[in-house]
């Protein structure tokens, strides 16, 4: 049973509105990550956050924001929607171990902007 | 900075069948590997790692998978597949102090009755 939980699974939003997409995990993880994933395609890693008050840009650039001012929540945030911006978010989270790292992942979230 | 390279963007085997999955990763010293299986819709579910000692891994579903430093290889296999084993597999390398994760395109894994 995963313990890192995205919301909403699916949105459909117009092009030019604010969202946010919320990412929880009640593990205590430290490390935090947000993928992008189009359809049949690998993970970009677009942010990540090593802790409270910790966020970094990843390798694929992004127009969105993060924030982690809870070590649980870790939301993303597009200030204008656009339709580029369709695709799937995945969010992770990691324990801060040397001997024992992999990723717990959610379910995702299904972003469409028309 | 390190890489995965997954050859094989789809196969098909049948019910019943063996499956080996290959994986290809670039990094100067020793990687932590693993697994990741994704359904259609959903988060990825990790499969096994490999950080070091025994270099055949055991994982969950049946898979293993096998670390081969000469080849910079760890292909992922199961003797039999199952119908339920449809689905994008992923394999992803990590390395450095960040740890980060650096994952392939996938291969997607069709099943056939």
């Known amino acids: 049973e995963a313990d890192i939980y995205q919301t909403p699974r699916y949105l459909v939003i117009g092009t030019g509105k604010k969202i946010t997409l919320e990412c929880s995990q009640t593990m205590g993880h430290d490390k935090m990550y947000w993928y992008q994933q189009d359809p049949g395609m690998e993970l970009h890693l677009i942010h990540y956050?090593?802790?409270?008050?910790?966020?970094e840009k990843g390798d694929l650039s992004s127009e969105s924001t993060v924030s982690r001012i809870r070590t649980e929540h870790f939301p993303l945030t597009l200030e204008s929607a656009r339709p580029s911006h369709t695709s799937q978010y995945l969010c992770?989270?990691?324990?801060?171990?040397?001997?024992?790292?992999?990723?717990?992942f959610g379910s995702g979230t299904r972003l469409t902007v028309v | 900075a390190q890489s995965v390279t997954q050859p094989d963007i789809h196969i098909t085997v049948s019910e019943g069948a063996s499956l080996e999955l290959r994986c290809n990763y670039s990094y100067g010293a020793t990687p932590y590997l693993f697994w990741y299986v994704q359904s259609p819709g959903q988060g990825l579910q990790l499969l096994l790692k490999?950080?070091?000692?025994?270099?055949l891994v055991q994982g969950i579903k049946g898979f293993e998978a096998e670390f081969k430093r000469s080849q910079s290889s760890f292909n992922l296999r199961k003797p039999s597949v199952h119908w339920s084993d449809a689905a994008e597999y992923f394999c992803a390398v990590g390395a450095g102090s960040a740890r980060q994760l650096t994952f392939g395109s996938g291969t997607q894994l069709t099943v056939l009755p």
């Open positions: 992770a989270s990691s324990v801060n171990r040397v001997d024992n790292y992999g990723y717990t």
């Open positions: 490999y950080f070091s000692g025994d270099t």
């Open positions: 956050s090593y802790g409270v008050n910790s966020t």
